[in-house]
């Protein structure tokens, strides 16, 4: 069996990436995914290979048969969206429902397929990588992303690997609710700051309604240590594994700005050891409860 683990957050800019592409770097026989489809970033730091790219078809548009059309405006007047003028379609405002196909009397409105994405099956100096892009404006991340991880698991499966690593999106909607469902064991990286216990109160949420494990990571530590000794004080009172914490260190930005891994750009350094810790943790974790 292929163990799946995210690394999430409740709310952007904790470090989720930095830290999720820092795994990837101390681990071994692995499988990395990109879930976070709207804006994803692992690849800057992971500076893939594109072996195969394929579309994500998981929409619809209008399409009008000018020579059919006898401009009655009855799509035009059904259309909520305001998409619809005769002959033509406004492909952003288009939501692709079929109202218009429906009403049309003539049968001079088609449904076709639209691209919303696209797929990529990659390769890494740390091993495969399965990540996509969504098209600026569409819906459907969550499909999207449930195909990211069905492809990841099929990959590791092949090629015999024990586990997917996933960075996930950061917050509680649609593609965070397709990127945990299931998983073995979530990683949230939150921060000591007013919105980070709030976001991260309200990710344990969804976490714990879908019978996910979680364990958390406390970035940038020291720049709040009352604020901090509250996450501590709360996943205590909750039960919940602090896997460690990472104080504040300008090295994380300047490993970015290079295009590397924390790992790669300062492997003898404090963090990187504290890192390589917390993935000894949650390869034990992962061990005892598969």
């Not at 919105?195 to 109160?201: A, N, R, Y």
Request: with cysteine.
């Amino acid at each position: 069996m292929t163990n799946e683990v995210a690394v999430i957050s409740g709310k952007g800019g904790t470090g989720k990436t930095t830290i999720a592409a820092a795994f990837a770097a101390i681990a071994s026989n692995i499988v990395m995914a990109d879930c976070d489809v709207d804006a994803p970033d692992l690849h800057i730091l992971l500076q893939p290979n594109m072996e195969k790219t394929e579309e994500f078809i998981s929409s619809k548009i209008a399409l009008i048969d000018e020579g059919s059309c006898t401009y009655c405006n009855l799509c035009q007047t059904h259309c909520r969206f305001d998409a619809v003028d005769p002959p033509d379609i406004n492909s952003i405002s288009c939501e692709g429902c079929g109202v218009c196909e429906y009403i049309c009397p003539e049968r001079a409105i088609m449904m076709r397929d639209k691209v919303s994405g696209h797929i990529h099956e990659s390769s890494t100096h740390f091993g495969p990588m399965v990540h996509a892009k969504l098209l600026p404006g569409e819906g459907n991340s969550g499909k999207l992303v449930t195909e990211v991880r069905k492809r990841s698991v099929k990959f590791a499966e092949r090629l015999g690997n024990e586990m997917v690593l996933i960075d996930g999106s950061p917050g509680i909607g649609c593609p965070v609710i397709a990127t945990v469902s299931g998983l073995q064991l979530g990683i949230v990286v939150t921060e000591p700051t007013l919105s980070g216990i709030h976001d991260l109160k309200r990710v344990l949420d969804l976490m714990k309604q879908l019978w996910v494990r979680p364990a958390i990571i406390i970035n940038k530590y020291d720049i709040n240590l009352d604020n901090s000794r509250v996450i501590e004080r709360f996943c205590l009172d909750n039960s919940i594994e602090i896997l460690g914490k990472l104080p504040f260190d300008t090295i994380m930005t300047e490993s970015m700005i290079e295009g590397m891994t924390l790992p790669e750009y300062s492997p003898k350094h404090n963090l990187v050891k504290s890192l390589q810790r917390m993935w000894k943790r949650i390869e034990n974790m992962m061990r005892m409860n598969p």
